[in-house]
């Protein structure tokens, strides 16, 4: 069990590694975008943009590679909570609660412990959240004084409009974006205090 309780730490942090990576991907391109952005007085905030989509795409692997280390962590804080703690507290090693028959089936039946949404939603309300208030705050600073300040309402509107597409569209779009970005880290919080509610009770492992 030592062993395998190694083996599990070890996953984890290798998986942790890789969450880490696309973070710190997501933060290098958005430094990027800010320095193209504000090299000068006439360049366009359409960087800023465009990195978002850039974001997104590394907010999709990321949370694709936190499915994967929460299986490892859970199972490695199943192996804690069921054997260590037991073991070092009362000197036993079996609690009572079969948690061996979960673990075993775990084991035997992989599946992830989160859903694809819960995944990424974590991944939003500690890391991606900030990500897009920096690029959020940016974008308005932007807007707001280059090439000149802004005079009026209209003319910030005006001034968002990227070829084509009116500014109204733009800004709208942008809001959207933030909603459901905030929308998500809400949820999040409250799915796992339910969740951790149900492990208080001796609930599923994850």
């Not at 280059?146 to 005006?158: D, G, M, Q, W, Y």
């Not at 968002?160 to 929308?183: D, E, H, M, Q």
């Amino acid at each position: 069990m030592a062993h395998l309780y190694r083996g599990e730490i070890y996953r984890s942090t290798v998986w942790r590694t890789r969450l880490d990576t696309t973070t710190n991907w997501s933060v290098v391109t958005l430094g990027v975008a800010l320095s193209i952005t504000f090299a000068s007085r006439d360049s366009s905030p359409l960087p800023l943009v465009l990195v978002g989509i850039l974001i997104l795409l590394f907010l999709a692997l990321e949370a694709r590679r936190y499915r994967y280390f929460n299986v490892w962590r859970a199972r490695a804080r199943w192996m804690e909570k069921h054997l260590y703690v037991p073991m070092l507290r009362d000197g036993v090693l079996d609690d009572g609660t079969n948690w061996q028959l979960t673990l075993a089936d775990d084991y035997r039946a992989p599946r992830y412990h989160v859903s694809y949404l819960v995944a990424m939603s974590r991944r939003i309300r500690r890391n991606y959240l900030w990500i897009l208030l920096i690029q959020s705050i940016a974008y308005v600073g932007k807007l707001l004084v280059h090439p000149n300040p802004v005079t009026s309402l209209a003319h910030f509107i005006e001034r968002a409009r990227i070829g084509p597409i009116p500014g109204v569209a733009v800004l709208a779009t942008g809001l959207l974006y933030i909603g459901v970005f905030v929308g998500l880290a809400i949820w999040v919080r409250r799915e796992d205090a339910r969740r951790a509610s149900m492990r208080g009770s001796q609930g599923p492992m994850g």
